[in-house]
């Protein structure tokens, strides 16, 4: 079979709709996602009683399952006892779970690197705990734990195409609903893989020029 561009160009504009809900679901969950690595990771370094336990049985319940699982109990399981949510918001918050567990250990590891001699100097400044958390130790965890946090946020766009599962107009699901129609297989995957390379690199990008900034004021 032969390679049809022309093809690509008629379904651009579908491809690009697909794109940009990838975008969306991607970006909505990589915020939460951090939201939840702060806190729990901030929970777990801290040692705070309960809370520390409850976040470490949420890691490992969402790290040992895999992330199909969890988007069909999310969907369709939840609905069961009440609580309904659209293909979106259900695609947001798997991706938000299943990224911020993933987020919790990177901060975690990130707060362990922070020396013990800045908390010493934060007390004798008469800093409260929290004033330690988010002016110290929390800057220098993010810095040290950025490439963690962007392989996370990574692996994150690319699980976005499992949303295609529940019927989600992403990137992946609008190939494949093309794919069933047009049998036109080679031109699609194709098509996806270059788009999906392309939206890591950007990510890729905006994030080592994030952390060439953080790390500036460090270089000498």
């Given at each position: 079979?032969?390679?049809?561009?022309?093809?690509?160009?008629?379904?651009?504009?579908?491809?690009l709709d697909g794109v940009l809900m990838t975008l969306r679901v991607s970006l909505l969950a990589i915020a939460f996602s951090l939201l939840i690595g702060i806190f729990g990771g901030a929970a777990r370094a801290m040692r705070i009683p309960v809370l520390a336990q409850v976040v470490a049985l949420y890691v490992e319940?969402?790290?040992?399952?895999?992330?199909?699982?969890?988007?069909?109990f999310i969907f369709y399981?939840?609905?069961?006892?009440?609580?309904?949510?659209?293909?979106?918001?259900s695609g947001v918050f798997c991706l938000s779970l299943?990224?911020?567990?993933y987020q919790v250990e990177n901060m975690r590891g990130g707060l362990a690197t922070v020396e013990h001699k800045m908390r010493e100097a934060s007390m004798a400044l008469s800093l409260?705990?929290?004033?330690?958390?988010?002016?110290?130790?929390l800057p220098i965890a993010f810095r040290t734990s950025l490439p963690a946090v962007l392989n996370t946020a990574i692996s994150l766009l690319k699980n976005s195409s499992y949303l295609q599962a529940i019927g989600l107009a992403?990137?992946?699901?609008?190939?494949?609903?093309?794919i069933a129609t047009d049998f036109r297989a080679i031109e699609m995957f194709s098509a996806i893989c270059v788009m999906y390379l392309t939206l890591v690199a950007i990510l890729a990008l905006l994030t080592g020029r994030l952390s060439a900034h953080l790390q500036r004021p460090f270089r000498h």
């Open positions: 079979m032969d390679f049809d561009f022309n093809y690509l160009l008629a379904q651009w504009p579908a491809l319940l969402i790290r040992n399952t895999p992330i199909l699982v969890q988007l069909f399981g939840l609905p069961a006892i009440g609580l309904e949510l659209s293909l979106f918001w299943w990224a911020g567990a409260k705990p929290h004033q330690y958390l988010y002016l110290v130790a992403e990137l992946t699901f609008v190939a494949v609903d093309r």
